[in-house]
């Protein structure tokens, strides 16, 4: 299975300090992507990075990708409040871009 | 655009009741999954479709769950009968494909209580 492992499990920093997870997998992936979580609604996407890229970067969100470790960090700058979720990583498999696995996710927690 | 709509929102069914969920994805999204969420846990793929075809059901217990995507539009997720685990929120999702990779956009999400 490559389901990405987040770490840590959670997270709580203080507005304007910057945030940074991790994601660990274990098989060669195709794409890996982030996604955020707010208490009881949906997944949102927010940033993907293809297996031959090393870093992107989204407005306050840079994601790093080494796939010679087989990790992923996902950094937010300049915190705010209304960043406090949960952040899952997902990895997209080789033969099928469409098999994406989610790992248990890092919940953020950002005080004003 | 409008987004991936899901309905009921919330549910409550004692075990061995039959529930239906309802999913109607991005208009012109080829694709559409549908998800078990635990509480505290990572959203894990039951089933995925390509237009009304399964690509994907390897992890949907089919002795009590079972879904359709008639048109190749909306679809429905059903479960019967239910039990204590299956409570979890059900989240449907929908992608199109952008050059080799694919976005997700997901709906709000059925939360299902089982007593």
């Known amino acids: 299975s490559q389901q990405g492992e987040e770490d840590p499990q959670a997270l709580s920093i203080q507005e304007g300090e910057n945030a940074t997870m991790n994601c660990s997998y274990k098989?060669?992936?195709?794409?890996l992507q982030w996604y955020r979580q707010n208490s009881g609604r949906g997944l949102v996407h927010l940033i993907l990075i293809r297996s031959n890229e090393r870093e992107k970067h989204s407005g306050r969100l840079r994601v790093t990708l080494d796939t010679s470790k087989k990790s992923s960090s996902l950094l937010i700058t300049a915190s705010r409040a209304a960043d406090t979720a949960s952040y899952f990583c997902?990895?997209?498999?080789?033969?099928?871009?469409?098999?994406?696995?989610f790992g248990a996710g890092t919940r953020l927690t950002v005080k004003p | 655009e409008a987004g991936v709509a899901q309905s009921p929102r919330y549910k409550i069914i004692e075990k061995r009741q039959s529930v239906a969920f309802w999913c109607n994805p991005i208009?012109?999204?080829?694709?559409l999954y549908w998800y078990q969420q635990i509480l505290g846990q990572g959203p894990k793929l039951l089933i995925q479709?390509?237009?009304?075809?399964?690509?994907?059901d390897s992890q949907l217990p089919k002795d009590r769950f079972s879904a359709e995507r008639l048109k190749g539009v909306d679809s429905t997720l059903k479960i019967q009968p239910a039990k204590l685990e299956d409570s979890a929120v059900y989240l449907c999702?929908?992608?199109?494909?952008?050059?080799?990779?694919?976005?997700?956009?997901f709906g709000p999400g059925t939360r299902l209580t089982v007593t």
């Open positions: 997902a990895t997209a498999a080789p033969y099928n871009n469409n098999d994406m696995r």
């Open positions: 999702a929908s992608s199109r494909p952008r050059g080799v990779a694919y976005e997700q956009y």
């Open positions: 479709f390509q237009n009304n075809g399964v690509v994907d």
């Open positions: 098989t060669s992936i195709n794409n």
């Open positions: 208009s012109g999204h080829a694709t």
